[in-house]
C-alpha cells in the first residue's frame, strides 16, 4: 500500500491558488484512476483504489497547511504504511513554474507544510514531489504569492503542469523512487508555454 498526500489549504478561497497545487494534483489522480476522495477521517478527505497492482490511498489533509503534518502522522499511523510508502505532493517556490523535482529527503527550505510534516514524523526518508511555482516578483511577499490565483499565462500551462506531475507521482507510485527520479528531475521537464 502507498500513501501519496497533495498539500493545501481547505475551503473554496483557496481552490485555484498556487498553494493548492498538492491537492490539484492528486485530484487529478483520482479522476484518472476512478478514486473519489470522499472519505473524512484523520482531518483529511481520503480516497482508496488501485493503480496497477498497487493499492493507493490518497489524501487530501483539511487543516491549513502549517498544520499538515498531524494529518498525515494520523494517515500512516491508519493505514500502518511505512515512511517510505509516503509520497507527499506540494507547491516549491525555489522552482520556475512547471518544474518537476523529485527527492527522498531534504529540509522544508521554507515551506510550511513540509515543516509541519518533518515535525510530526521526524526526517525519515519519504518522497517528495515538489512542483514549481516560481518566485514573486520582488515587492511581492511570498506569504502572499502562494494564496494568490495563477496568472493568465500560468493558468494556460497548468493543465500540463498537473498532468506532468500527476505523471511523476505514478512514476514513485509504480516504479519507485529511482526510476521517477531519473525521468522527472531531468531540466526537459519543465512544462514550456
Known amino acids: 500500500m502507498k500513501l501519496l498526500v497533495g498539500l493545501g489549504n481547505p475551503g473554496r478561497k483557496y481552490q485555484r491558488t498556487r498553494h493548492n497545487l498538492g491537492f490539484l494534483v492528486v485530484d487529478r489522480i483520482a479522476a484518472d484512476h476512478g478514486i473519489a476522495i470522499t472519505t ?3 482531518d483529511a478527505l481520503v480516497g482508496r483504489g488501485r493503480v496497477g497492482e498497487q493499492t493507493l490511498v ?7 497547511m502549517n498544520r499538515s503534518g498531524e494529518a498525515v502522522k494520523a494517515l500512516i499511523e491508519e493505514f500502518g504504511v511505512t515512511p517510505e510508502d509516503l509520497g507527499i505532493v506540494y507547491d516549491e517556490l525555489d522552482l520556475p513554474f512547471g518544474r518537476i523535482r523529485i527527492r ?3 529540509s522544508a527550505a521554507g515551506h510550511r507544510g513540509m515543516h509541519s ?7 525519515a526518508p519519504f518522497y517528495r514531489v515538489r512542483v514549481g511555482i516560481g518566485r514573486p516578483p520582488p515587492d511581492v511577499d511570498p506569504a502572499e504569492f502562494v494564496l494568490e490565483p495563477f496568472t493568465p499565462d500560468e493558468t494556460e500551462r497548468l493543465d500540463a503542469v498537473i498532468a506532468r506531475a500527476a505523471e511523476a507521482a505514478l512514476c514513485l507510485i509504480r516504479e519507485g523512487g529511482e526510476r521517477a527520479m531519473q525521468q522527472f528531475n531531468r531540466l ?3 512544462v514550456n508555454p
Request: hydrophobic fraction near 40%; include cysteine; glycine fraction near 8%.
Open 117 to 123: 510534516i518533518l515535525d510530526s514524523i521526524g526526517d
Open 188 to 190: 526537459e521537464s519543465v
Open 104 to 106: 527522498a529527503r531534504g
Open 40 to 42: 473524512r477521517m484523520c
Open 58 to 64: 490518497l489524501a487530501k489533509p483539511q487543516r491549513f
